[in-house]
């Protein structure tokens, strides 16, 4: 079974950092790329970053840019999200998915985790 289990989310001071990990298991996780996505109050879903099956390509949005890092240890199947310098309006439910290239899309995302950005 695929599952993507999120976490490191939680309250933090304006001007702070958090470090989400997301683990894999159930597949062989260095043949995929995986994208972290966040589902705003508002309810919008933004697309955060990504990176590739062997780290060699990221990419991040360009509101959070300079702000993130990605990165990923194959050997312990996770992907990185290390988040500084956070913002009010970084509060949102972050996912990570699993990126599948012959859909296009992403097939298997985790339950999230809450980050809330907040003095």
């Given amino acids: 079974e695929v599952q993507l289990v999120e976490s490191g989310g ?5 001007g702070g950092s958090l470090r989400l990990s997301c683990a894999a298991s159930g597949f062989s996780f260095d043949d ?12 919008w879903l933004e697309w955060v970053s990504d990176i590739s099956w ?10 959070m ?19 500084d310098n956070l913002k ?12 599948a290239a012959n859909l296009g899309g992403f097939d298997y995302w985790g339950q999230g985790t809450q980050v809330t950005v907040s003095s």
């Avoid at 939680?10 to 304006?14: D, N």
Wanted: glycine share 8%; proline share 5%.
């Fill in 65 to 83: 840019k300079g702000r993130l890092t990605i990165s990923r240890d194959n050997a312990k199947s996770t992907v990185y999200l290390q988040m």
């Fill in 10 to 14: 939680g309250l933090v001071q304006p």
């Fill in 88 to 99: 009010p309006e970084d509060t949102a439910v972050y996912y990570c998915a699993r990126i």
């Fill in 32 to 43: 995929y790329d995986v994208t972290w996505v966040r589902q705003t109050p508002g309810k």
């Fill in 54 to 63: 062997n780290g060699g390509r990221t990419n991040y949005a360009e509101s």
